[in-house]
């Protein structure tokens, strides 16, 4: 780690195996360090995993091993940004098919619980048109979704 802040994400047990996931998923991703514990702790023993440092579209991670007692919730939510509809499949089927959930305007969650937003450019683009009709009509195309659809999202917005 070598930036000022990262974001530490807790799992039960499961940082390293998240970490992976996310390096093979998402571009500009790796695993860093892995760091075992030097001695017991309340949700593991020495010689575990504790720590994983790992970047995920060239955004800094810690994931910390630190048992069942803090659940992820949708108050955090990962937002990545896709080029096309090709881009949008495949991070979400990579996130739902892989023990994740699908969820409603293009959220889904992985297997640890986590939620992303898999977000293609044109949606936000839609939903910035200087023509508040347009604007509306695709926010409300968005709002009928799960996984978006560019097409029906532009659609939408030539009404």
């Not at 593991?44 to 970047?55: D, L, P, S, Y």
């Not at 977000?119 to 009928?144: I, K």
Request: charged share 20%; aromatic share 10%.
């Amino acid at each position: 780690m070598t930036g000022k802040i990262a974001a530490c994400i807790w799992y039960d047990g499961a940082a390293e195996e998240a970490a992976t996931f996310y390096a093979a998923t998402f571009p500009d991703s790796h695993v860093g360090s892995v760091h075992r514990s030097p001695a017991d702790y309340p949700d593991g023993a020495a010689g575990q995993v504790i720590t994983v440092a790992f970047t995920v579209c060239g955004m800094a991670f810690l994931g910390l091993n630190g048992g069942p007692r803090f659940p992820h919730s949708e108050a955090v939510s990962f937002q990545v940004y896709a080029d096309d509809q090709a881009e949008t499949d495949r991070l979400w089927h990579a996130i739902v098919d892989n023990g994740g959930s699908e969820s409603m305007c293009g959220w889904c969650k992985d297997r640890w619980g986590l939620s992303w937003q898999i977000t293609p450019r044109a949606l936000m683009t839609a939903m910035a048109n200087p023509d508040p009709a347009a604007a509306r009509r695709g926010m409300e195309a968005m709002m009928t979704m799960r996984k978006i659809d560019i097409a029906a999202i532009e659609a939408a917005v030539r009404g």
